[in-house]
């Protein structure tokens, strides 16, 4: 019985030692305490937030990009993890950057509807710069064309979303007025 009880002692204090080499080793492997404070990239072109967070350890990468007229192409838009996080060396700083190009869309068939119709529909591919140009026709507010940089588009044509549309509207026939108005509703008959 008493070897089996200095037998147990013994497995206990060697899984408390197993315990602490693997505490101390785990330690040194994750670099514990061994940390570095994210600086804020957000609004600087993308070379000089790489060269910033490399300079620092860590590994900028760009996540993501889009389209903003208002801010330069190039600068980081958002940044992940956000700066004054606190991360081990070598982490990889995810950005968001504003395109170096704007966004290509797509034109669908926009001729031969309404002039309404079409807006529609170029406002909801997000193109905002629509001219209107009258050119002679029966139909009036009918698209008879669409034009970018005085080139005629065909459907499936792709876009910038910066691009200024020209749509070509019909202007309508003009409407005949009777030389005479009739006075009383006898008058009226005779003209049928």
């Known amino acids: 019985m008493k070897k089996i009880l ?26 514990h305490g061994d940390t570095i404070t994210v600086p804020t990239v957000k609004s600087l072109a993308y070379d000089s937030a790489v060269s910033l967070l490399a300079g620092e ?13 208002s801010t330069k192409p190039g600068t980081v838009i958002e940044q992940n993890p956000k700066g004054g996080t606190i991360v081990k060396e070598g982490r990889e700083i995810y950005l968001t950057i504003n395109a170096f190009s704007p966004k290509m869309v797509t034109l669908p068939t926009l001729t031969d ?8 529909i170029i406002e909801g591919l997000d193109i905002h710069n629509i001219i209107e140009r009258r050119v002679p026709s ?4 009918l698209v008879l064309g669409v034009r970018y940089k005085g080139v005629r588009l065909m459907p499936g044509a ?6 200024t549309i020209e749509l070509e509207v019909g202007e309508g026939a003009p409407e005949l007025m009777p ?12 003209l049928f």
Do not use: C
Request: proline share 1%; no cysteine; hydrophobic share 50%.
């Open 6 to 31: 200095i037998h147990i002692g013994l497995m206990i204090v060697a899984a408390f030692i197993i315990g602490w080499i693997a505490m101390i080793w785990l330690d040194k492997w994750t670099r």
């Open 179 to 190: 030389d005479t108005i009739a006075e009383t509703d006898d008058e009226r008959l005779d």
């Open 57 to 69: 350890g860590l590994k900028g990468i760009v996540a993501d990009s889009v389209f903003d007229n």
């Open 138 to 141: 029966d139909y009036k507010d």
């Open 113 to 120: 509807i309404s002039l309404r119709q079409a807006r529609s």
């Open 158 to 163: 792709r876009v910038p979303v910066n691009a």
